[in-house]
């Protein structure tokens, strides 16, 4: 076996790891489905880059996969410390508050911005600023938290609401019921790639005081005793070296 064949030596490190599910033989994988394109549902499938990713991951660990479609993103990141999945996905950033005892997150695999989605007949040029009408996120999630923060500092707070499902957030912008949705920057891209009449604030760094050193990264949490977010690290890395976790953005219009 040469040393510059990662997928060879990848494949060799799986075969000799052990790695303790919460069933025999199965993922058990908590998703948040409402966060296009990163996981969702269409048609009653669950599709997006974390599911592929996953997909790709059981598949090397020679193990079955099993999603539990949440519909609520707070909290789902104590899933696998609490038994009831062995990994969450639905892009979960990393926070000192999410992370309690036996959590273990993978490596980073996205660094975020924060902006809002709005519709060209209702633009806002700048945040929190051009808010004069509901804008929607998701509860619980960092870039809600900085949504609320940014916007007590000119009153207008009672305008940021939470939002339903993806699907439903989008329609009720492109229809001018809502004057924006507050989204990652690289998701935002996106949706406005995808809804060209739909335009985005342009991106800015969250409050640091919510997020890792690092700032807001998107990351993997497993509970440490699986030795799931050790191998899925390992599994990261390599999509990463070998471009294939570029080749699944392009898919998803990630750029």
Sequence with gaps: MQLNDPEKVLAKIFSKSVINTIKPGV????????????????????????????KQFSKLCKLKTKFIIKKHFNDIWLDPVNGKSDVSIGGIGITKTRTKPFTEWTIPYFYVNRTVIYNRANPIRKFPNDVNDIIVGTNGSTGWIDGQDKLKKVKKTHLIQAGTTDSEDIQLLLDGDIQGIMRGSFVGKSIINKYP??????????DPSLVVKDGEVFAYPCNIKSRIGVLLSVFLTEDIMNKNLKKLVEKYDLV
């Design 27 to 54: 993922l058990t994988i908590s998703a948040y489905s409402n966060f296009y394109p990163v996981c969702y549902e269409k048609n009653g499938k669950l599709l997006g880059l974390d599911v592929d990713i996953m």
């Design 197 to 206: 009449q739909l335009g985005m604030v342009k991106p800015w760094e969250i």
